[in-house]
């Protein structure tokens, strides 16, 4: 889906998903999670993509478990993890963290098999 208005309020993050990030999946938003919060055990539908986490600003006290290694966010580091294995975040800090969240293809299907399932 095209999300237009959105896109326009945000034209550099746009232009960067769409110029830098190879074989961006079209799924991107910015994630904002109040203090103590917990995002339960949760796992995508598929291994056809890959995820990024960008933080941006509330890092203190924030971390993310995939599957059994748990980290906390640090400023100028993405996270980029496979979102099929099960995943979970909290946020113990004081202010709202938020985050960027992209995906792309996963880098082990050919642009056939992309083309394929851009298709379903």
């Excluded at 796992?43 to 748990?70: A, C, M, Q, W, Y």
């Excluded at 709202?96 to 098999?113: A, G, K, Q, S």
Aim: proline fraction near 6%.
């Amino acid at each position: 889906m095209e999300f237009t208005e959105n896109r326009e309020k945000c034209p550099v993050t746009t232009s960067i998903i769409e110029d830098v990030l190879p074989r961006h999946y079209g799924h991107a938003f910015f994630s904002a999670v109040n203090p103590d919060t917990h995002i339960i055990p949760h796992h995508g539908p598929t291994n056809k993509k890959l995820r990024f986490h960008l933080p941006i600003t509330g890092l203190e006290g924030s971390s993310l478990r995939v599957r059994d290694d748990t980290r906390g966010f640090e400023e100028g580091k993405v996270a980029i993890f496979d979102d099929s294995f099960e995943h979970e975040a909290w946020h113990e800090g004081t202010s709202t963290r938020i985050t960027l969240i992209m995906d792309i293809w996963h880098p082990d299907l050919t642009d056939e098999e992309v083309k394929f399932l851009t298709l379903l």
